[in-house]
Structures are given as structure tokens and as C-alpha cells.
């Protein structure tokens, strides 16, 4: 029964279409990784039909046009050619009554949810590729794939740099001329950092290993420190 359905509709794209959707993350979203839940609209199955195209207990009949056997024989002049029957597909079959909601589609325009886990250290502009998430094949036998393009909010404390962050310390001038320690915040929370004596504006320093996880990696990126010293007026 269900070679016969797909040969009905054989004339179609074989295989759900590819889905591509757009997904915005907070920075810090982006840099831990989460899981989020993404909804869209696409072709999803008929829920009324179970994806058959019929109703239950629809029982298929031979083809009137092919007789049941699934091809066509023209005459012309003393040549006989054979084609696939278009009555059937070439099924020798064809049913009267299709499902009243899909009309025999077997898909229908609906909402889809899929979850899917943010990996730590994901960037702006990421393509995911989510596999057979897409949309519904009519035969049930390859659903198109999920193109998720993301979006990461700028934050109004850190920078990103590849795997690298920078951030912004503001110093006295005492505490440029004479050094001391400023607070200074990290994607693991602040700390405390020692200003050497004779700091000058633009001066940057950089803490090994506190940037962003590569992905697939044990490693860290690197946050850059850069001093600007606030002049009384």
C-alpha cells in the first residue's frame, strides 16, 4: 500500500525541503551554550491521515486506464511505444477518495518544535545544521534538514574577539601614577587586578586562559584588559 501511494505521487521532489530559520542568543548564551526551543512554520505530517494520503481502510483499485498494468502502449504508424502510466504512477492502482485535510498530500502546513543544544563558544553568524529537522517528506522517509543562523546580542561590558574578549578599566590618575588594584570583570565573575606604576591610557594587559572555550577543545582564549584613565576636569 505504501509503495503504491508513492508512486501516485512520484512526480514530485522525493524528500522534505531544507528549513532555515534565524535564532538570537544573548552573549553570554553564546559564550556558556544552552538549549533552546525553536519554533516554525513548515509542512509537518497530517495528523488526520497518519501521512497515508487516505482515509483508514482505503483499499486501492486497478487502473482503468492502464488496465493494472502501470504503463501505456502508443500506436504510431507501425511503432509501439511504452510509457508510464499517469493515471497510476505506474502502480496499476488508484484510489477514489483522498484524506479530506492533506487532499492526499499526506503533509500540511503547520507548526514545528525542535530543541537543539547551543554549543559554549558559539559566534555571531554560526550556521547550525540540525539534521532531518526540516520539513516533513510526504513519504516519510527523508525529512529536509534545519539551517539554524545565529544571532548573538552585543553585551555592554565584554567585546569578542574570535575566542578572545576585551574588556574596559577605568583608572584614576593616582592609581595610573602610583599603581594599586582595580576590579575587573571576567565571564567567570570579577577580580582583582595589581596596576603597575606609570600606567599610561591604552595600556592593556592580558589574563592567559580567561577568554571564551573553543569548541571542541579543553582550550580558552585569552581576555584583554585595557586601562583608560579618567582626567579630573
Known amino acids: 500500500m505504501n509503495d503504491f501511494l508513492r508512486n501516485i505521487f512520484k512526480d514530485r521532489e522525493s524528500g522534505g525541503q531544507d528549513v532555515k530559520v534565524k535564532l538570537e542568543l544573548s552573549f553570554m548564551e553564546a559564550v556558556e551554550g544552552c538549549k533552546k526551543t525553536i519554533n516554525f512554520q513548515t509542512l509537518v505530517t497530517c495528523?488526520?491521515?497518519?501521512?497515508?494520503?487516505?482515509p483508514a481502510g482505503t483499499k486501492p483499485e486497478t487502473?482503468?486506464?492502464c488496465r493494472g498494468s502501470g504503463y501505456m502502449?502508443?500506436?504510431t504508424g507501425p511503432f509501439r511505444m511504452q510509457s508510464t502510466c499517469t493515471q497510476c504512477g505506474g502502480s496499476g492502482k488508484t484510489?477514489?477518495?483522498f484524506c479530506k485535510s492533506c487532499r492526499g498530500k499526506k503533509v500540511v502546513p503547520g507548526i514545528k518544535t525542535v530543541s537543539i543544544d547551543?554549543?559554549?563558544g558559539t559566534d555571531d553568524e554560526d550556521v547550525m545544521k540540525v539534521l532531518r529537522s526540516g520539513q516533513a517528506d510526504p513519504d516519510g522517509l527523508r525529512a529536509g534538514d534545519l539551517y539554524v543562523a545565529i544571532k548573538v546580542r552585543e553585551d555592554p561590558v565584554f567585546r569578542r574577539e574570535k575566542g578572545d574578549i576585551h574588556v574596559d578599566a577605568v583608572?584614576?590618575?593616582t592609581q595610573a601614577i602610583l599603581g594599586g588594584t582595580v576590579q575587573v570583570p571576567t565571564l567567570a565573575g570579577d577580580v582583582v587586578l595589581k596596576v603597575k606604576p606609570g600606567t599610561q591610557p591604552g595600556q592593556k594587559v592580558v589574563l592567559r586562559g580567561?577568554?571564551?572555550?573553543?569548541r571542541n577543545s579543553y582550550s580558552y582564549g585569552d581576555q584583554y584588559v585595557h586601562f583608560n584613565v579618567k582626567i579630573p576636569v
Open 210 to 214: 580567561k577568554g571564551i572555550k573553543t
Open 118 to 120: 547551543i554549543a559554549p
Open 47 to 54: 495528523e488526520t491521515c497518519n501521512g497515508a494520503g487516505v
Open 63 to 65: 487502473c482503468l486506464a
Open 171 to 173: 583608572l584614576n590618575v
Open 73 to 75: 502502449v502508443l500506436q
Open 95 to 97: 484510489v477514489k477518495d
